[in-house]
T-cell receptor
């Protein structure tokens, strides 16, 4: 599975958009990009996934570059409850391998 | 949506004893379940993959005789930490696949079990 690189931490003001980048320069053609988040002391929660096209759901938007070497998760209007560790995972196998993630702190 | 229940949510045990953690898929059949371990301020580390009716597949470096995994039915997998020691204290999380394979949304996680060995 391809390795991902994410910033260790980010801050975002409540109500503003949170843009979380992920670098996956070694991604192969059939590997998906998945985003999960983990709120303190809870199990991870699925957010969104994509292959080539940009995706949007009720939680977030996923922007994947044309060369697929990087992506950005966008939380359009961050709230305090979005404070969590966000994991970008790349793979096509039947298991999820977590990297170090980005700790997003949303402040009032 | 799919729900995975994990029990207990926290447990304290004495060094040398064994502890069993249960992971149940409540509203779907999970042919595959996964067990992770997470130390404070670290990421989740995959320990093993269990398939119903067959032996679990352990990741490199995980002692299969210490972390016994049983997946006896399509809705239940158990992790038993045998002869627990303080260094086994951690947050254990299970995940169940809804059968969508590589699609991330097919994986649902339990709420985790915090194990403290004293």
């Amino acid at each position: 599975d391809a390795k991902t690189t994410q910033p260790t931490s980010m801050d975002c003001a409540e109500g503003r958009a949170a843009n979380l980048p992920c670098n996956h320069s070694t991604i192969s053609g059939n590997e998906y990009v998945y985003w999960y988040r983990q709120i303190h002391s809870q199990g991870p929660q699925y957010i969104i996934h994509g292959l080539k096209n940009n995706e949007t759901n009720e939680m977030a938007s996923l922007i994947i570059t044309e060369d697929r070497k990087s992506s950005t998760l966008i939380l359009p209007h961050a709230t305090l409850r979005d404070t969590a560790v966000y994991y970008c995972i790349v793979g096509d196998t039947d298991k999820l391998i977590f990297g170090t993630g980005t700790r997003l702190q949303v402040f009032p | 949506g799919a729900v995975v229940s994990q029990h207990p949510s926290w447990v304290i045990c004495k060094s040398g004893t064994s502890v069993k953690i249960e992971c149940r898929s409540l509203d779907f059949q999970a042919t595959t379940m996964f067990w992770y371990r997470q130390f404070p301020k670290q990421s989740l580390m995959l320990m093993a993959t269990s398939n119903e009716g067959s032996k679990a597949t352990y990741e490199q470096g995980v002692e299969k005789d210490k972390f016994l995994i049983n997946h006896a039915s399509l809705t239940l997998s158990t992790l038993t930490v045998t002869s627990a020691h303080p260094e086994d204290s951690s947050f254990y999380i299970c995940s169940a696949s809804t059968g969508q394979g590589a699609y991330g949304e097919g994986y649902t996680f339990g709420s985790g079990t915090r194990l403290t060995v004293v």
